[in-house]
């Protein structure tokens, strides 16, 4: 290939170095010149023009990515077509992505004219990630060349997704005097969040003393019926002898490895009973935060294996103090949609304050309450609105007629607000990244309220609590990520998701929307002072 400065005459197939405008034309860079082009060029007085020329054995950039792509042997990986010399790649399927680093390196060693990017070896990925780039620099690249780097890749497999396995896994959780209950509860509630994230499953739990002798016995039963058991000890392993190593050779199995190079997450154990795989989890995996535990887990799920070995090498990279997102190489992650919210309107309470009736029936220009409160839920960018219905129930679906809603009986609204939560989370879709809680007697509340909530939700990544707020005191409703979701499923009486935020050490944002975030209808003055006309 020859690129510089052509004569136009001599221009007819050679790709333009820059865009360039001729007339009303303009033709983009990269374009490759036809005789047509030619003479619009000339008639605008054109000269010359910066272009590549291409040799009888050169291949065009796109031509050229496409055929290096094309020799590749790949797993869980799907290649879009090339445009601009560019060809990506990105996953089938959620898992571990692995790589030959020495395929890479001796493709990348080929010429600088063609280069090959990948994620880092073990890092997660989502379905729809891209995971590596093939891209040829100038406009074409010599045929030879190009061959030379699909006989490399015939050697063998250059990369894969090892997709996450539906890993049934049972817990240990060991007990000293003092450690408190609600510990070990949220102990098993952040293991069920990280399981769920690579679709494994936690099937069943254990709580013993914290004695070997105890936890071999739990060990030998949970691994007769999961394919992982995860020991949580009461007290960190300090030494190779300690309970939780000590108790898989009790129970018959083989310590691979006490205590690997990533911190958090030191003093982590791997063994193997009856086949299966047992970690002594470290204490830091007890909390949500990205850890060594999380590394290992991972692997395992991805039916990975893991040897001493590649524990010690997991030095470099080990510290993990803090975590900054890595971005992806060129382009951002194939678009998604907005993260799905479901909004959860609770409409079953008895309305007892009010002497008889029942607020959410009563009218607001005319309108039932809890109507309006429906159709400011749909007219927001959530995607599903459910009513929770209890008290009253055909009244108040009578009042919703027509609304295309999701209702959710509860039976035991008596019991108070946490069974009506319950019972409208569990008909949040399962693609829902969270659950916007709206209360049915708050006539105040807009679509457009609803909708910052939703978008501040969106901005924090879909981790975040997001609050309504007025005046900086919390109001509601209140956006709750998924990864609250199975401690709601253990609220009893008359309670709320506050205490849960607060224990789970979630991120927080309040959002301020205006007295509306403050005005609810639980008495008949508060009622008729917001303008509502109460019905027998």
């Not at 010429?111 to 997660?124: C, E, G, K, N, S």
């Not at 607000?417 to 006539?443: C, E, F, N, Q, Y």
Request: with cysteine; aromatic share 2%; proline share 5%.
């Amino acid at each position: 290939m020859k690129f510089g400065p052509v004569p136009i005459d001599q221009a007819e197939g050679a790709v333009l170095a820059h865009a360039t405008t001729a007339g009303d034309r303009r033709l983009r860079k990269a374009h490759r010149l036809s005789a047509d082009d030619l003479s619009v060029l000339k008639a605008a007085g054109v000269t010359q023009i910066v272009a590549a020329v291409l040799a009888p054995d050169d291949l065009g950039e796109d031509a050229a990515a496409e055929k290096i792509a094309q020799s590749m042997v790949h797993r869980n990986i799907e290649a879009k077509p090339a445009a601009t010399g560019r060809v990506n790649l990105y996953a089938k399927v959620a898992g571990i992505f692995t790589v030959d680093a020495a395929m890479i390196d001796a493709i990348n060693a080929v010429d600088p004219t063609i280069t090959i990017a990948t994620l880092a070896r073990h890092a997660p990925v989502e379905k729809g990630q891209m995971v590596a780039t093939v891209k040829i620099i100038p406009f074409a690249v010599a045929a030879v060349l190009v061959d030379a780097v699909a006989e490399i890749c015939a050697g063998g497999e250059i990369f894969a997704v090892n997709a996450y396995q539906p890993v049934r896994v049972g817990v240990i959780q060991t007990v000293l005097p003092g450690i408190k209950p609600s510990v070990l509860d949220k102990t098993l509630r952040v293991t069920e969040a990280r399981l769920t994230r690579s679709g494994a499953r936690l099937t069943a739990e254990r709580r013993t003393p914290h004695e070997v002798a105890a936890v071999a016995e739990a060990a030998i039963s949970l691994a007769r019926d999961n394919d992982m058991v995860v020991i949580f000890g009461a007290s960190a392993m300090s030494d190779f002898g300690d309970v939780v190593p000590a108790a898989i050779e009790k129970a018959g199995g083989v310590v691979i490895r006490a205590g690997m190079p990533v911190d958090p997450g030191n003093l982590l154990v791997l063994g193997t009973l009856a086949g299966k795989r047992v970690i002594g989890a470290p204490g830091c995996a007890r909390s949500p935060k990205e850890n060594g535990f999380d590394w290992v887990l991972d692997r395992l799920i991805a039916g990975l294996d893991m040897t001493a070995k590649d524990i010690a090498g997991m030095g470099v990279g080990g510290l993990l103090m803090e975590i900054p997102t890595r971005p992806q190489p060129r382009e951002p992650l194939p678009a998604r949609a907005e993260p799905r919210i479901d909004v959860v309107l609770l409409a079953a309470g008895r309305s007892s304050r009010m002497g008889g009736p029942n607020k959410l029936l009563a009218l607001f220009d005319g309108k039932p309450l809890v109507r309006r409160a429906a159709e400011r839920a749909l007219g927001s960018r959530a995607a599903n609105t459910i009513v929770v219905t209890g008290h009253q129930r055909e009244r108040v679906r009578t009042a919703l007629s027509g609304l295309d809603v999701t209702l959710a009986d509860n039976p035991d609204f008596a019991e108070g607000l946490s069974s009506s939560l319950k019972a409208g989370i569990a008909r949040v879709s399962d693609d829902a990244a969270g659950a916007l809680i709206a209360l049915g007697d708050m006539p105040s509340i807009s679509s457009g309220d609803l909708d910052r909530l939703i978008e501040a939700f969106r901005k924090s990544g879909s981790r975040a609590v997001v609050r309504a707020s007025h005046q900086g005191k919390r109001g509601n409703p209140v956006l709750l990520p998924r990864s609250l979701f199975p401690a709601i499923a253990h609220l009893e009486g008359d309670t709320g998701a506050r205490h849960l935020v607060e224990a789970e050490g979630l991120d927080v944002i309040d959002i301020e929307i205006g007295e509306g975030a403050a005005v609810d209808v639980d008495t008949r003055e508060a009622l008729e002072g917001a303008g509502g006309v109460l019905q027998d």
